[in-house]
């Protein structure tokens, strides 16, 4: 297993198009997370799975992003209507048990909206 | 909410100097952890400090916990190049949330 893989690494679209990343975590990991990350700022929390069950949402993620993990094993962030403002590096970690709390990161899908 | 704030935001030093970075948080923490960033890549686990430990080392990394300050330092000693990164504070909120702070952009002039 190489880690926590993110595609596409990069995507530039248009204002209004739809945008979908994957991410597959850590073939053990039970816990998937999604992070955005802008530009000279920390990573932003926007949701995490359990398995295949979404347990906590971030007011970030406005209804125009929906995040998916089918079979509690890749998982998908969909962006509709981008805007500019999501223009941004979205973050995928992993990780196996809560005991110590450390995160696997991807490298992340930078996403440019023109 | 950023949970963590690190300070400075951004540190230039010369090579084979000592780096350090500090962060405050805001609330009870059971550990705190420090992330690595290099520009545009993902980011990196490279500590973690319990709520009970005050210090702990990791190769040429020595970090502190001041729980009653609700701060922590990471320290970088014998810096070299390719130390140049950002480097982030983290803390568990809620139930399982790791949140980070803004981070501290740290470069290495050779």
């Known amino acids: 297993d190489t880690g926590v893989s993110q595609n596409p690494r990069h995507k530039i679209t248009k204002r209004g198009q739809n945008v979908t990343f994957r991410c597959d975590p850590i073939?053990?990991?039970?816990?998937l997370y999604w992070y955005r990350q802008t530009l000279g700022q920390g990573p932003e929390f926007l949701t995490y799975?359990?398995?295949?069950?979404?347990?906590?949402k971030s007011r970030l993620l406005s209804d125009r992003f929906s995040a998916e993990r089918p079979k509690g094993s890749f998982s998908t962030l969909e962006i509709q209507r981008t805007e500019q403002g999501d223009s941004a590096m979205y973050l995928c970690?992993?990780?196996?048990?809560?005991?110590?709390?450390?995160?696997?990161f991807g490298e992340g899908s930078r996403l440019t909206v023109l | 909410s950023q949970q963590g704030e690190e300070d400075p935001q951004a540190l230039s030093i010369q090579e084979g100097e000592n780096a350090t970075m500090n962060c405050s948080y805001k609330?009870?923490?059971?550990?705190l952890q420090w992330y690595r960033q290099n520009s545009g890549r993902g980011l990196v686990h490279l500590i973690l400090?319990?709520?009970?430990?005050r210090e702990k080392h990791s190769g040429r990394l020595r970090v502190t916990l001041d729980t009653s300050k609700k701060s922590s330092s990471l320290l970088i000693t014998a810096s070299r190049a390719a130390d140049t990164a950002s480097y982030f504070c983290?803390?568990?909120?809620?139930?399982?949330?790791?949140?980070f702070g803004q981070g501290t952009r740290l470069t290495i002039n050779p």
């Open positions: 400090i319990r709520s009970n430990e």
């Open positions: 983290a803390t568990v909120q809620g139930a399982q949330k790791l949140v």
């Open positions: 799975f359990q398995n295949e069950a979404q347990l906590e």
């Open positions: 073939s053990e990991h039970n816990r």
């Open positions: 609330t009870s923490i059971n550990n």
């Open positions: 970690a992993s990780s196996p048990l809560w005991d110590t709390g450390e995160l696997f």
